[in-house]
T-cell receptor, first 109, second 116 residues
């Protein structure tokens, strides 16, 4: 059983819509990472957080440690936001990241 | 500054041949990671290097896989006697230091390996 669950697996929305992607994990973590992977492209780290909330431009990431849940929000979505968004968690005393299966986001003009 | 680079970008090989994949981390980054992304599947941890410490090889799928990191910089992932199930994108990442999964990792563009 994957220890990191993402939802939805696929998401299609109209340009301008508010997007939410969810990630839940099973046990306490040291940090949670949100990554972006464009088709045919490399992986870019968007956020790393262990508590609270972070914002970068139109992207917002939140984490609730008690509920073991994180969300990635995109405001005023744009077609260039179309990508696979991956949640990954790090565990204390362990350098491995465990990855979710990703959410494929498509923004339609 | 330069990011993480990997070579080759694409590699096609025949079943049974050995392949070497190279990763150049960001200068000054002491931690280096190899991951694999098979078609339609998520990312999978393979191996981790931190400075001069013994690497964490716990993610390597079989003894056909090995990796080394020379001089604390460049790393090579070697797959011996390749099998079709080894076909995947192999990604390298580096980070400034290690601290229990709580470091931002910078990813290379990956090497797409196809085993015929």
């Amino acid at each position: 059983k994957n220890e990191v669950e993402q939802s939805p697996q696929n998401l299609t929305a109209q340009e301008g819509e508010f997007i939410t992607i969810n990630c839940s994990y099973s046990v306490g973590i040291s940090a949670l990472h949100w990554l972006q992977q464009h088709p045919g492209g490399g992986i870019v780290s968007l956020f790393m957080l262990s508590s609270g909330k972070k914002k970068h431009g139109r992207l917002i990431a939140t984490i609730n440690i008690q509920e073991k849940h994180s969300s990635l929000h995109i405001t005023a979505s744009h077609p260039r936001d179309s990508a696979v968004y991956i949640c990954a968690v790090g565990w204390f005393g362990n350098e491995k990241l465990t990855f979710g299966t990703g959410t494929r986001l498509t923004i339609i003009p | 500054g330069a990011g993480v680079s990997q070579s080759p970008s694409n590699k096609v090989t025949e079943k049974g041949k050995d392949v070497e994949l190279r990763c150049d981390p960001i200068s000054g980054h002491t931690a280096l990671y190899w991951y694999r992304q098979s078609l339609g599947q998520g990312l999978e941890f393979l191996i981790y290097f931190q400075g001069n410490s013994a690497p964490d090889k716990s993610g390597l799928p079989s003894d056909r896989f090995s990796a080394e990191r020379t001089g604390g910089s460049v790393s090579t992932l070697t797959i011996q006697r390749t099998q079709q199930e080894d076909s995947a994108v192999y990604l390298c990442a580096s980070s400034l230091r290690s601290s229990g999964g709580a470091n931002e990792q910078f990813f290379g563009p990956g090497t797409r390996l196809t085993v015929l």
